[in-house]
């Protein structure tokens, strides 16, 4: 088994290295969304490609008519749906149908960014990282923390951070950036 205080490896990497086509998607979704490194895109690809086979493991068992399925599928998708990555009245056939991009946009540095906290996707993770960026009134510094569908209204500078002076430099009124 091994000691379960150990880290471990929580993504699959590519089975082919040197595709030039795949490094090249890699790279674009690594500075659209600000990625430190291919591994947190590896990571999010890893998380899609589980719930894509568990969805096809439900869609084989509702076939073959198991009633325990039904309920699987129903917690699958209510935890999907509360997470933001499915709309409302989604089935399981949407969730075969997901992207990566799903994934990324619920990243807390994605949603700091898109809700016009910061100028650029890089200070967004910069801003995280050194806790100046609450969520639910609790500091998080994990750019990759994935936001839930009610904790979208929450996110706020954090209260002892020197970006709560009206004052500061480096911080953008959000009425700004969207007007600009």
């Not at 699959?12 to 979704?29: C, F, G, M, N, S």
């Not at 990625?35 to 894509?52: D, F, G, T, V």
């Not at 075969?96 to 906290?117: A, C, F, N, P």
């Amino acid at each position: 088994m091994g000691y379960p205080g150990k880290s471990r490896k929580c993504y699959d990497t590519p089975r082919h290295p040197w595709e030039a086509e795949r490094i090249a998607q890699e790279v674009k979704l690594i500075k659209t969304y600000g990625l430190r490194n291919k591994r947190e895109l590896w990571r999010a690809q890893s998380i899609i490609r589980k719930y894509r086979h568990v969805s096809r493991v439900l869609l084989a068992a509702t076939a073959r008519g198991d009633e325990a399925a039904g309920v699987q599928t129903r917690e699958i998708l209510g935890h999907l749906e509360s997470c933001g990555m499915l709309g409302e009245k989604s089935d399981i056939d949407s969730v075969l149908s997901m992207k990566i991009e799903d994934l990324l946009e619920r990243r807390l540095q994605t949603q700091v960014y898109r809700q016009g906290w910061t100028k650029t996707m890089r200070q967004a993770r910069q801003f995280i990282t050194h806790g100046h960026i609450q969520v639910s009134g609790r500091k998080v510094t994990i750019p990759g923390y994935y936001v839930r569908r009610g904790e979208e209204m929450t996110i706020d500078y954090y209260r002892g951070s020197p970006m709560t002076r009206e004052n500061h430099p480096e911080r953008l009124t959000r009425i700004s950036k969207v007007e600009g």
